[in-house]
């Protein structure tokens, strides 16, 4: 990697837990994500390969990225973006959500990428909290053989938060959609004018200027937008990457998440960039049109290594053996896991199956706040299936009890971290206290995760789940809080309470319980209309498995739903201290 400036320090905890990396360096994630490689042989190389839904494609080498991000990059300029400024990204997984990324960050403006899955009111306190002027999205995407309407629910969170000036359109799937006059600019037009020259110089920022924001869920309220920065990020998910998976010039990776996510941040968009690696990005769904599509896509684009989720696994391992095995997987040399606990039987599916006894799986632990992978194994380290083994170099992890003392062996405690690594969030955007609160105020000096765990007689660590009320469902990071107040948001909720319970596909699933306001009678169809709501606000992930209709909640004395004994409730285990409860 390269720096315009070397730092004058490595770590800077004089101002803990708000800590500096590289302090006085100065560089741009961009300088080693494209422009580097084009002084080398990997200017022709083959950046990224993608393909569409609907089977069509397009790639891009080093050269030919540069070249779109620095026209986008001068777009953005004559919109006025400066360093400073967050835009909103709200694409569907297409190479210009990468590339309007990669823009922003050249010229030195944040990016607040919105998963593609989010709908109206998620998007609208996105766009409210980072107060952007410019959000960047799409006339739709495809997704299982139909039209998902970004622009129309893009639309209706403008109306909401209108601090949006400037709205640029990629035209993907070509339908009718409204256009505002001196708003909504189509991206294909803005590309073709003389402002989006293709030379634009790469914007020299402090290692500690802030790359983006990415808003995650956490135990209350709103979604908090944790901070990563130029420096500390570019370093670590360059060095996890290029150990974890020991890239190599002539690999092709995939990553199977979603760039809105943190994980395709860092492992589809900057990391492999700044590896030189070639990516490979899939625009729909893994079954459309038959179950065979991801091993299809493997086969014939000769995929080496292969990252993706517990859900997707066990989502494709219900359709048999016959649809992998119908295809040549002999390209792949390792495989990856992330996002939740894997289950043994989908971890031996994968390892037999997929990977054919030949490719060690990399289960990796990590987190939106940690930036890249945290306790994973090598390539070369003895595997335990559903564990993620140790932590990567220099990173310090433990499971310690409510007094911050290390549990014994074997023991479930909380997850935390010990030190500070350079990958790490550096704050909340605009809420340092909420930083600190969610963190550190219960160990102090470590990192709070938010995870339990336990470490078996090697060292190995078994990351179990959450302890707060934040539920992975199918692999997706949700709060309790914001399937919560959509639910209240719609007029006949007067109160709601959401809990995760298990659920063999997505690991977890949502479950709702509703008052109704008076006077409102609950029939057959509420329930559906609840749900769909949910859907309509917060996105279809959020969506309630299960609504049910009480008359009341158990709340603490002080008015806290205690989601814990709906929970145990729920299923039939005992139902604990019950006597802070106040029915
Ligand atoms: C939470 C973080 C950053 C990756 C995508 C998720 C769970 C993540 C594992 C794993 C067990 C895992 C944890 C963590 N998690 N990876 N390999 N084994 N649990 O990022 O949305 O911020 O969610 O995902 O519970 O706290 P995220």
Not at 99 to 119: E, N, P, R, T
Request: aromatic content about 10%; charged content about 25%.
């Amino acid at each position: 990697m390269e720096w315009f400036q070397k730092w004058d320090k490595v770590l800077d905890d004089s101002d803990a837990p708000f800590y500096k990396w590289f302090v006085g360096g100065k560089t741009n994630i961009v300088h080693n994500a494209i422009d580097r490689h084009l002084k080398t042989h990997r200017k022709n190389k083959l950046a990224l390969i993608w393909v569409g839904e609907p089977g069509d494609s397009r790639t891009f080498s080093y050269f030919a990225l540069n070249r779109e991000v620095s026209k986008f990059a001068n777009v953005l300029k004559s919109m006025g973006v400066k360093k400073g400024d967050i835009v909103t990204i709200y694409l569907p997984r297409l190479p210009e959500q990468m590339i309007a990324m990669l823009a922003c960050a050249k010229i030195g403006a944040a990016h607040s990428v919105v998963y593609g899955g989010f709908s109206v009111e998620a998007l609208a306190e996105r766009i409210e909290d980072a107060q952007s002027r410019v959000l960047v999205t799409a006339d739709g995407g495809w997704l299982r053989g139909k039209i998902i309407a970004l622009k129309d629910i893009a639309d209706e969170a403008m109306a909401r938060q209108p601090t949006v000036e400037t709205c640029i359109v990629v035209k993907r799937t070509g339908q009718d959609i409204y256009m505002e006059a001196g708003r909504d600019y189509w991206y294909e037009d803005l590309m073709s004018l003389p402002i989006a020259g293709p030379i634009c110089e790469t914007e020299p920022t402090d290692a500690e200027d802030m790359l983006f924001i990415l808003y995650t869920s956490g135990t209350t309220g709103r979604p908090k937008g944790v901070i990563h920065t130029h420096g500390g990020y570019m370093v670590f998910t360059y060095t996890t990457l290029k150990y974890v998976f020991d890239v190599k010039d002539e690999d092709r990776w995939w990553c199977a998440a979603d760039p809105g996510w943190i994980t395709g941040h860092s492992y589809i968009v900057y990391a492999p960039l700044i590896n030189g690696v070639t990516s490979f990005m899939y625009e729909g769904a893994p079954t459309h049109p038959y179950p065979n599509r991801w091993w299809q896509m493997i086969e014939n684009h000769g995929i080496t290594i292969l990252y993706t989720a517990p859900t997707a696994i066990r989502g494709l391992m219900r359709f048999g053996d016959s649809w992998p095995n119908r295809h040549n997987l002999g390209s792949l040399r390792l495989l990856g896991t992330v996002g939740e606990p894997i289950n043994p039987e989908a971890w031996k599916w994968y390892y037999t199956v997929i990977g054919q006894e030949r490719c060690p799986i990399m289960d990796t632990w990590w987190q939106t706040e940690t930036g890249g992978f945290m306790i994973t194994p090598l390539p070369i380290t003895p595997l335990k299936p559903g564990s993620a083994t140790r932590p990567f170099f220099g990173i310090d992890v433990d499971v310690v009890d409510d007094e911050s003392q290390p549990v014994p062996t074997g023991e479930e405690g909380y997850l935390v971290v010990k030190t500070p690594w350079p990958g790490m969030l550096r704050a909340v955007y605009k809420d340092p206290d909420r930083y600190r609160e969610q963190y550190w105020d219960k160990f102090k000096t470590m990192y709070q995760t938010g995870d339990s765990a336990r470490k078996d007689e090697d060292g190995y660590v078994w990351v179990i789940g959450r302890m707060d009320d934040v539920i992975k469902v199918s692999g997706y990071r949700l709060g309790t809080a914001e399937v919560e107040s959509a639910l209240v948001s719609h007029p006949d909720v007067s109160e709601a309470a959401a809990i995760g319970l298990p659920h063999e596909l997505k690991g977890n699933a949502i479950h709702a319980y509703v008052i109704l306001r008076a006077g409102v009678e609950g029939d057959e169809n509420l329930a559906e209309t609840l749900r769909d709501h949910v859907g309509h606000e917060m996105g279809p992930i959020a969506k309630p498995e299960t609504i049910t209709v009480v008359d009341t909640l158990p709340k603490t004395r002080s008015g806290k739903i205690m989601r814990r004994l709906l929970k145990a409730r729920a299923l039939g285990l005992p139902e604990g201290d019950v006597s802070t409860l106040e029915e």
